[in-house]
């Protein structure tokens, strides 16, 4: 994929993640991605949570609430 995509930012601070990139990294309606600031940028990834109803495992919960607080904590 080449080339730059231009967003707009709302009101209310959203933007839209254009469909060839969404498709590209398999981002689909209701994931969940971090956001964090990275040297002037704004970076963007995909959080890989566990599907509904799909056990886990105690490290892997202990991971999944280090990212949220991680994530929580730059919103503060």
Known sequence: MEGDFYVKVTRKGQVTIPL???????????DILAVRE??????????????PGEPVGQ??????????????GAWR
């Open 38 to 51: 990275e040297g002037g940028r704004v970076v963007l990834e995909k959080v890989g949570l566990p599907e």
């Open 59 to 72: 490290e892997a919960y202990e991971e999944l609430v280090k990212e949220l607080e991680r994530v929580r």
């Open 20 to 30: 060839v990139i969404r498709k590209a990294l398999g981002i689909k309606e209701g």
